[in-house]
């Protein structure tokens, strides 16, 4: 049973747009939901993370959107550059039990 | 270290043969975790160790796969007798154990010909 389902499986936006990535779990003990970033042959980098005592969090272009009702959180990227090119992965985990379930990817293509 | 270290970054390997994947965390990181990426896919957990506690394996796929964690540091992933569908890069992260963000090292691709 797969615990963190994303979509989408790919997007493209062009320069300047918003890129939106969506994510939804199951467990409701989860308390801790970071994003990541992969750039091809490197490991994924946190991005940035939000907890569900917050409806929203902000760092410079990046956006997490987090609905506790609907068990839905969202990554939003403000500006989209070239530069943001990689695959992002949402993760959910219980932060004392400190183990991280991933949704499966987004790979992400901003256009110039 | 600055960063988890994994080595090698690449192995070839044949089929029926064992490998080793070395991954060296962050010092003071008391959590260590080994994923699996197959490709285009997502990550998937293998296995976790805390401090001394006993580790959790419950994401080892197989009897094939072991790991152990020395002195609290460095960690090896053992593969028995790879098989083609172990081709994968093998991600090792490290964290304080008091929760918060992993950090990742570059994962060993390995390649099961």
């Known amino acids: 049973q797969q615990q963190v389902k994303q979509s989408p499986q790919s997007l493209i936006v062009q320069k300047g747009g918003i890129s939106i990535i969506n994510c939804a779990y199951e467990n409701t003990a989860f308390d801790y939901f970071p994003w990541y970033q992969q750039f091809p042959g490197k490991g994924p980098a946190l991005l940035i993370a939000?907890?569900?005592?917050?409806s929203e969090k902000k760092e410079g272009r990046f956006t997490i959107s987090f609905n506790k009702s609907a068990k839905q959180f969202s990554l939003h990227i403000m500006d989209s550059q070239p530069g943001d090119s990689a695959t992002y992965f949402c993760?959910?985990?219980?932060?004392?039990?400190?183990?991280?379930?991933f949704g499966s990817g987004t790979k992400l293509n901003v256009k110039p | 270290g600055a960063g988890v270290s994994q080595s090698p970054s690449n192995k070839v390997t044949e089929k029926g043969k064992d490998v080793e994947l070395r991954c060296d965390p962050i010092s003071g990181h008391t959590a260590l975790y080994w994923y699996r990426q197959s490709l285009g896919q997502g990550l998937e957990f293998l296995i976790y160790?805390?401090?001394?506690?006993?580790?959790?394996k419950s994401g080892l796929p197989s009897d094939r796969f072991s790991a152990e964690r020395t002195g609290g540091s460095v960690s090896t992933l053992t593969i028995q007798r790879t098989q083609q569908e172990d081709s994968a890069v093998y991600l090792c992260a490290s964290t304080f154990s008091t929760g918060g963000g992993y950090t990742f090292g570059s994962g060993t691709r390995l390649t099961v010909v």
């Open positions: 160790f805390q401090g001394n506690s006993a580790p959790d």
């Open positions: 993760a959910a985990s219980i932060i004392n039990f400190n183990k991280f379930y």
């Open positions: 939000i907890r569900p005592d917050v």
